[in-house]
């Protein structure tokens, strides 16, 4: 059935009002949730993945650093955990119905694995602009037993027409994060840390619903309390932390989706519920922080890490003068990185260490101009890595978008020194947002 984006949209808030009575929310206790039951469920579906002592980020902050690698688990994020355990425990009705979820990541992959395994039909919608890797991905786990239904320009869009599908078909909806089954099992992952290793002093967990950091607490708080829970939010994505500044969760206007894997714009009602008074701190890393920790986790270590995978490690700079001497995890939530993403995280990489910088620079309509500033304006190891003419009216005159890179911070400040001693009129890129997103 054709319904307009309007009519999506308004439709949002009654279609979740609508969902099953599995979709548990605010009323369900933290005692009802049973992680150890959870792990029984899964011993023979989720693997048990290594908890990997890291040398180089122990000797760098003089701590015992180990990764919790779920970008080793069967669909290469944790999330095969909750769907699975959600999905195992429908009534023999509700099986035959089968299942619908929203994702355009992880989830649907993990929902996907459990209805293949469980011999249940699953009804999975995705966003029109989902890549194709991704689509391909939920199609390798689910097989025959799945449908992908391409739909909505935005996920708001796609899960309200999923929402309407449940309903109209009297099927079972699978949240990403916001159920206690699928809390129960994100909360598997703290039960094989806890089996590895005691005395743990933090654990940095990704956020994006809560699913997993609600977990965590659950499971550490009856056996490890003395350790500290430290959530990670992408800095343009921080539900959790606004959702505890104003003491409930609520809606942000606009997020950046780089990190696709931990940017809501909501955080659940249960996770809230759990985590809102156990999260021992709440830290924000930038988006080029990141990307820079994939890079160097992949050409250090061979680890394929996804943004949200990267986001515990790139978070223990903003803690290193609290970490010497202590015992410290890393959740490595997940590895489906698409390498068609390589180059814009390598770009966002070099932007935020200082390294790539673009100008608009109006060259002084004479011949000569542009060899000038190549020789001698740029730097012995300054690399011009675009170049355009923005108005072209020959090819040596008129202003034209130039982007740098250089070998160090300090290399860019002889740079702008060169530029201003012969008064080349520029504008610096990087430092326009509206002018960047426009020209780069």
Same mark, same amino acid.
Not at 15 to 25: E, G, I, K, S
Not at 382 to 390: A, C, K, L, Q, S
């Given at each position: 059935?054709?319904?307009?984006?309007?009519?999506?949209?308004? =439709?949002?808030?009654?279609?979740?009002?609508?969902?099953?009575?599995?979709?548990?929310?605010?009323?369900?206790?933290?005692?009802?949730?049973?992680?150890?039951?959870?792990?029984?469920?899964?011993?023979?579906?989720?693997?048990?993945?290594?908890?990997?002592?890291?040398?180089?980020?122990?000797?760098?902050?003089?701590?015992?650093?180990?990764?919790?690698?779920?970008? =080793?688990?069967?669909?290469?994020?944790?999330?095969?955990?909750?769907?699975?355990?959600?999905?195992?425990?429908?009534?023999?009705?509700?099986?035959?119905?089968?299942?619908?979820?929203?994702?355009?990541?992880?989830?649907?992959?993990?929902?996907?694995?459990?209805?293949?395994?469980?011999?249940?039909?699953?009804?999975?919608?995705?966003?029109?602009?989902?890549?194709?890797?991704?689509?391909?991905?939920?199609?390798?786990?689910?097989?025959?037993?799945?449908?992908?239904?391409?739909?909505?320009?935005?996920?708001?869009?796609?899960?309200?027409?999923?929402?309407?599908?449940?309903?109209?078909?009297?099927?079972?909806?699978?949240?990403?994060?916001?159920?206690?089954?699928?809390?129960?099992?994100?909360?598997?992952?703290?039960?094989?840390?806890?089996?590895?290793?005691?005395?743990?002093?933090?654990?940095?967990?990704?956020?994006?619903?809560?699913?997993?950091?609600?977990?965590?607490?659950?499971?550490?708080?009856?056996?490890?309390?003395?350790?500290?829970?430290?959530?990670?939010?992408?800095?343009?994505?921080?539900?959790?932390?606004?959702?505890?500044?104003?003491?409930?969760?609520?809606?942000?206007?606009?997020?950046?989706?780089?990190?696709?894997?931990?940017?809501?714009?909501?955080?659940?009602?249960?996770?809230?519920?759990?985590?809102?008074?156990?999260?021992?701190?709440?830290?924000?890393?930038?988006?080029?922080?990141?990307?820079?920790?994939?890079?160097?986790?992949?050409?250090?270590?061979?680890?394929?890490?996804?943004?949200?995978?990267?986001?515990?490690?790139?978070?223990?700079?903003?803690?290193?003068?609290? =970490?010497?001497?202590?015992?410290?995890?890393?959740?490595?939530?997940?590895?489906?990185?698409?390498?068609?993403?390589?180059?814009?995280?390598?770009?966002?990489?070099?932007?935020?260490?200082?390294?790539?910088?673009?100008?608009?620079?109006?060259?002084?309509?004479?011949?000569?101009?542009?060899?000038?500033?190549?020789?001698?304006?740029?730097?012995?190891?300054?690399?011009?890595?675009?170049?355009?003419?923005?108005?072209?009216?020959?090819?040596?005159?008129?202003?034209?978008?130039?982007?740098?890179?250089?070998?160090?911070?300090?290399?860019?400040?002889?740079?702008?020194?060169?530029?201003?001693?012969?008064?080349?009129?520029?504008?610096?890129?990087?430092?326009?947002?509206?002018?960047?997103?426009?020209?780069?």
């Amino acid at each position: 059935m054709a319904v307009s984006s309007k009519a999506v949209i308004s =439709l949002l808030p009654t279609a979740r009002c609508l969902l099953p009575t599995l979709y548990h929310m605010v009323h369900t206790t933290q005692q009802q949730i049973d992680i150890n039951k959870a792990a029984y469920v899964l011993k023979n579906v989720a693997l048990k993945t290594p908890l990997q002592f890291h040398r180089k980020l122990s000797e760098k902050f003089g701590a015992e650093v180990y990764l919790k690698r779920e970008d =080793l688990q069967v669909v290469r994020s944790y999330k095969i955990r909750g769907a699975y355990n959600l999905i195992q425990s429908l009534t023999d009705e509700q099986r035959k119905r089968g299942v619908v979820c929203a994702s355009a990541g992880n989830h649907a992959q993990g929902v996907a694995f459990s209805c293949r395994e469980l011999n249940i039909k699953g009804v999975i919608y995705m966003p029109a602009i989902t890549p194709k890797q991704k689509i391909n991905q939920v199609k390798m786990f689910g097989g025959e037993n799945i449908e992908i239904v391409l739909i909505g320009d935005t996920f708001d869009e796609c899960q309200a027409h999923a929402l309407e599908y449940t309903t109209q078909h009297a099927m079972t909806f699978i949240p990403p994060f916001d159920h206690p089954k699928v809390i129960e099992g994100q909360g598997t992952v703290a039960k094989e840390i806890l089996e590895e290793q005691s005395n743990i002093d933090y654990i940095f967990v990704p956020i994006g619903g809560g699913g997993l950091c609600a977990g965590l607490i659950s499971y550490f708080q009856t056996y490890s309390p003395q350790t500290k829970i430290v959530g990670v939010e992408p800095q343009g994505a921080p539900s959790m932390k606004e959702a505890l500044k104003a003491g409930k969760p609520v809606v942000l206007d606009s997020i950046q989706r780089f990190v696709d894997g931990a940017s809501v714009k909501k955080v659940g009602d249960l996770t809230f519920e759990i985590c809102k008074d156990k999260i021992a701190d709440m830290l924000l890393v930038p988006e080029g922080k990141v990307s820079s920790t994939i890079l160097q986790l992949y050409n250090e270590d061979a680890i394929v890490a996804e943004p949200a995978g990267a986001l515990s490690i790139a978070a223990l700079d903003q803690y290193a003068d609290k =970490l010497k001497g202590k015992k410290v995890v890393c959740i490595l939530s997940g590895g489906n990185n698409d390498i068609d993403r390589m180059n814009e995280i390598k770009e966002r990489s070099l932007l935020y260490e200082g390294l790539k910088h673009y100008f608009i620079v109006r060259f002084a309509q004479r011949p000569g101009a542009l060899k000038e500033f190549v020789n001698h304006i740029l730097g012995p190891t300054d690399d011009i890595v675009r170049f355009e003419f923005i108005q072209k009216h020959n090819k040596e005159t008129g202003p034209a978008l130039i982007g740098i890179e250089v070998k160090s911070r300090e290399d860019f400040t002889t740079l702008i020194e060169r530029m201003d001693s012969y008064k080349l009129n520029y504008t610096l890129v990087n430092q326009n947002e509206n002018l960047f997103e426009y020209l780069v």
